[in-house]
């Protein structure tokens, strides 16, 4: 370490600054300061995972470190100003973001996986890069050990930080999520940015009551008392089932890592699965009792197959929830982000966001947000209706097997067996009809709509995300002449390529446990490394799972090149500490790769670099 050269932080430049009043801030700004650069985009559950992660340690150490969110877009919605300050505000990020909507900081950092953290130290100099999540404990002490050495040197400077709060709007909803139609005619919206879930009278807007405090947490109890965090998904529970287990509708209570019941005559609440920590543990398809188990951002729930589904965004699988016996266990996927039909345990997700079940109860619709794909369920298998993978979207419609999405979450199965899709990032509505295998537009001109709802008398509820609302379709939306084909722009999330040579190429993830940290084997091996790619054909050999983070590839030279799909973990403890805790790190990666004459024969990636600076 003594030898190496220390590298200086690239000066931060952008499009704008949100939350800091209209300044622009310069490093010169912050020096004396310790800095984290989180460079993230609003899509990504790992990008999410880290804001929460990052919270403790902003508020722990608020004199003296500033983090600064660098927002490198994926999806083309992404690079809308007016997106991203909406998801600044949506995701309750309090400190400066910088936007970088050509992706230069990402560059310039050498940010290779969404997320990254990069860590400068008072004086100016990127002292650790990491990729992922899972970095709070390594984070903390990493600071600690800064602040020693700094305020030692003379170089640690104390007091506020450049965070400016934007202004607290006036709405009754604020970036709602999900909705259900409850027996009396009224709707229930999960209204996620106010922590709570909102009753509305039948006309969509007047509130009838409000269930949870408004503030983040997770207290269970009376409505007026009992908090969330950012919740999302509605389920409400058959009526025998609701007898038997106590209460009537079950929220996916997304940021807490929770399903919570709630009692609808007097709104009270309860946790009734997860523990509340983050799922970082392998993948095990038994039934658990549901309070002993760790889930992973629930994002959406549907009654299927006589139980609650959870779509698990945070870790790319649907689960299942028995509200009866009070167990739950894994439904479908495998936890590596991508998509891949076949039997319900090998098939691959990207953060599933939105299901609804068929009229007839045969089939499940899955929004697969990342994959901008509409996913269904049917006789254990999983297959794909419209989408291609993790890198085509687009507003295109026609035949599905080239229709294109971008970054759907939610969908509606109608009586007539089409579905429609909450075209989320196209601000769109759109139809897919199994039968003609067709998608059309049925609206547009929406901002961030993300659940639909069907009423009794077959109007179409639009729960308007980013404009805080719910909106109704207009009549004749749903009918064929209603509808309209869009041929509008494609996109592929162009990422430079990486040049590799045909033959061996040796894929090293480069793990370096955290200050204090050892590698754990009290649960089995402790590293866990997942290859394959996308065409398959890429790969001659070296596809599969295995234990070690070193694996030989053999790459076929007549593949002009494609995408590397990675998924690395490792599982650390304390050191030499009574009570030790124990972590598990993880990242996914889709590395675009170009086989070429004079390619790398090696291919690293760091799965955590805290002294690789």
């Avoid at 300061?33 to 985009?41: L, N």
């Avoid at 969330?228 to 997304?254: I, N």
């Amino acid at each position: 370490m003594g030898t190496t050269p220390r590298v200086r932080a690239p000066e931060l430049r952008g499009r704008q600054w949100l939350n800091t009043g209209g300044r622009e801030l310069k490093l010169s700004d912050l020096r004396g300061k310790i800095v984290i650069a989180d460079f993230w985009t609003f899509c990504c559950i790992n990008c999410l995972h880290v804001l929460d992660e990052l919270r403790p340690l902003e508020e722990k150490y608020g004199d003296v470190l500033v983090v600064i969110g660098v927002h490198s877009p994926k999806f083309e919605h992404e690079k809308d100003p007016d997106a991203l300050a909406a998801a600044v505000e949506r995701y309750g990020v309090h400190h400066p973001v910088l936007d970088d909507p050509e992706l230069d900081m990402w560059q310039q950092y050498a940010a290779r996986a969404w997320p990254t953290l990069s860590v400068i130290d008072p004086e100016g100099y990127v002292v650790a890069t990491m990729a992922g999540e899972g970095h709070a404990e390594g984070l903390a002490r990493l600071i600690d050990d800064l602040i020693a050495t700094h305020e030692a040197k003379g170089t640690l400077h104390r007091g506020d930080g450049p965070y400016v709060p934007p202004a607290e709007p006036e709405t009754t909803l604020r970036f709602p999520g999900k909705a259900v139609l409850l027996g009396n005619g009224n709707l229930l919206v999960s209204d996620s940015a106010r922590h709570s879930l909102a009753e509305l009278a039948p006309d969509g807007e007047t509130l009838v009551r409000r269930i949870g405090a408004g503030s983040r947490g997770r207290v269970d109890g009376p409505a007026g008392a009992a908090t969330f965090s950012e919740p999302q998904g509605l389920c409400l529970l058959p009526a025998h089932t609701a007898e038997v287990a106590g209460y009537d509708l079950v929220v996916a209570d997304t940021v807490n890592h929770l399903l919570r019941g709630v009692r609808l005559a007097d709104g009270e609440v309860v946790t009734v699965a997860g523990t509340g920590r983050q799922w970082r543990s392998t993948v095990d398809d038994h039934a658990h009792d549901a309070l002993s188990v760790d889930l992973s951002s629930p994002w959406d729930l549907a009654w299927y197959d006589d139980k609650v589904v959870i779509a698990m965004a945070g870790i790319h699988q649907l689960w299942w929830f028995d509200p009866v016996k009070r167990t739950a266990g894994m439904y479908a996927g495998t936890t590596v982000e991508a998509l891949r039909d076949g039997p319900l345990a090998e098939a691959w997700m990207a953060q599933p966001s939105g299901l609804s079940v068929s009229a007839d109860g045969v089939r499940l619709w899955v929004a697969d947000s990342e994959t901008s794909a509409i996913r269904y369920v049917e006789d254990d298998v999983m297959g794909t209706a419209v989408g291609q993978g993790l890198f085509d979207f687009g507003h295109v419609d026609g035949p599905a097997s080239e229709a294109l999405l971008q970054h759907p979450l939610g969908v509606l199965a109608l009586p007539d067996g089409s579905v429609l899709v909450a075209d989320t990032y196209n601000g769109a509505v759109r139809r897919f009809d199994p039968e003609s295998d067709w998608v059309s537009t049925v609206a547009d001109g929406l901002a961030e709509p993300s659940d639909l709802v069907l009423t009794p008398s077959g109007e179409v509820l639009v729960v308007e995300s980013a404009a805080h609302r719910l909106t109704r379709l207009a009549p004749g939306a749903l009918s064929a002449a209603g509808a309209s084909t869009v041929d509008g722009p494609r996109h592929r999330t162009e990422r430079k390529p990486t040049d590799v040579a045909a033959g061996e190429v040796t894929l090293d993830v480069i793990f370096t446990p955290a200050p204090g940290q050892k590698l754990d084997e009290t649960y089995g091996p402790s590293t866990r490394l997942v290859v394959s790619a996308s065409p398959p054909e890429l790969l001659v050999e070296g596809a599969g799972t295995g234990t070690e983070l070193s694996r030989r590839l053999v790459v076929d030279g007549t593949v002009a090149g494609g995408v590397l799909q990675v998924t690395a973990q490792a599982a650390t403890c304390d050191a030499d500490v009574e009570h030790a805790a124990c972590h598990l790190t993880r990242q996914d990666w889709g590395v675009p790769v170009r086989v070429v004459d004079g390619g790398a024969a090696r291919l690293p990636l760091v799965l955590r670099g805290l002294d690789d600076a």
